[in-house]
């Protein structure tokens, strides 16, 4: 079992930055696949990117560019910064994971086991 619980959201001024961060219980957490997805108010879960065990990560074209997102094993940490904040952006941001393994793709809220709660993200104009 693992355990996530995402953390660093608050409300940030368009155009600023934030870190979130997502912290996993266990053991095995630099053999998990890593993806985070945001949902906003009324919408459906949006994936946002990935960052598989090997370090390789990936974002969603809507947010390439401004999104990056990194881990770090020692700290059982993945983190999303967050660039140029758009209204947007705002969303409950969610982490999630799985065990990573050759044919993971990832873009899809049911490719994932374990999910976090989920950290609110407000943009003000």
């Known amino acids: 079992q693992v355990q996530l619980v995402e953390s660093g959201g608050g409300l940030v001024q368009a155009g600023g930055s934030l870190r979130l961060s997502c912290a996993a219980s266990?053991?095995?957490?630099?053999?998990?696949?890593m993806g985070w997805f945001r949902q906003a108010a009324g919408k459906e879960r949006e994936f946002v990117g990935y960052i598989r065990s090997d370090g390789h990560a990936y974002s969603a074209d809507s947010v390439k560019g401004r999104f990056t997102i990194s881990r770090d094993n020692a700290k059982n940490t993945v983190y999303l910064q967050i660039m140029s904040l758009k209204s947007e952006d705002e969303a409950v941001y969610y982490c999630?994971?799985?065990?990573?393994?050759?044919?993971?793709?990832?873009?899809?809220?049911?490719?994932?086991?374990?999910w976090g709660q989920g950290t609110q993200v407000t943009v003000s104009s």
């Open positions: 999630a994971a799985r065990s990573d393994y050759d044919g993971f793709r990832g873009l899809s809220r049911y490719d994932y086991t374990y």
């Open positions: 266990g053991r095995s957490f630099s053999f998990y696949a």
